[in-house]
């Protein structure tokens, strides 16, 4: 009797907190969402030191066969309508050799859906080697999801925020996925 009450216990918490939580459609991340279901990983690397450029490569070939493995759904440079049928191939981002946009030093991207973070995170966490990883939502506006929202795994690297946009954020990508913002 007494796992029964706590569970109802628990049950009746949790609807009070969920009834106590502000009303955010005023301050919807994206419209119609509070929450922030799409993120990008960005792989950073001194694009004049071949080494690390080298490692780079061998991280977005793992991930590459960790999505081929049926392990996550993310898409980067190499990942193609192949691999993941449903997808865009003209969407996916180049692995960038020299700076590009507010991204000071050699990169490239991986967008990954809330339903994956987990897994891309723990992957990235446990496979970068040296290499610094920029995590940043894809939310409000691109310059608050590329600086105060954005967290790094391995040391941080100045962001150039002069052309990113502080009115509005990314729209929702790779819709044709059914996942993210999109699910």
């Known amino acids: 009797m007494k796992l029964t009450f706590l569970g109802v216990s628990l049950l009746i918490c949790s609807c009070v907190a969920v009834d106590k939580m502000p009303d955010t459609n005023s301050q ?7 929450m922030v ?9 001194f694009q004049t030191n071949k080494q690390q450029e080298e490692a780079a490569l061998i ?9 081929k493995a049926g392990n996550m759904t993310v898409v ?5 309508s192949e691999i993941l049928p449903a997808l865009d191939d003209s969407k996916v981002p180049k692995f960038n050799t020299k ?23 723990s992957f990235m966490m446990y496979n970068r080697g040296s290499l610094s990883i920029l995590v940043h939502p894809l939310g409000k506006t691109e310059i608050r999801d590329h600086t105060t929202d954005a967290m790094w795994l391995g040391a941080s690297f100045p962001i150039d925020p002069t052309p990113l946009d ?9 819709p044709e996925l059914g996942l993210g913002y999109s699910s």
């Open 28 to 34: 919807d991340i994206k419209p119609g969402h509070h």
């Open 37 to 45: 279901k799409e993120y990008h990983m960005h792989a950073y690397w």
């Open 59 to 67: 991280l977005r070939d793992s991930i590459i066969e960790e999505v």
């Open 76 to 80: 980067c440079n190499g990942i193609t």
């Open 99 to 121: 700076p590009i946009g507010p991204h000071p030093v050699g990169s490239f991207e991986t967008w990954v859906p809330i339903e994956y973070l987990p897994n891309l995170l």
């Open 166 to 174: 502080a009115n509005g954020g990314d729209d929702p990508q790779y």
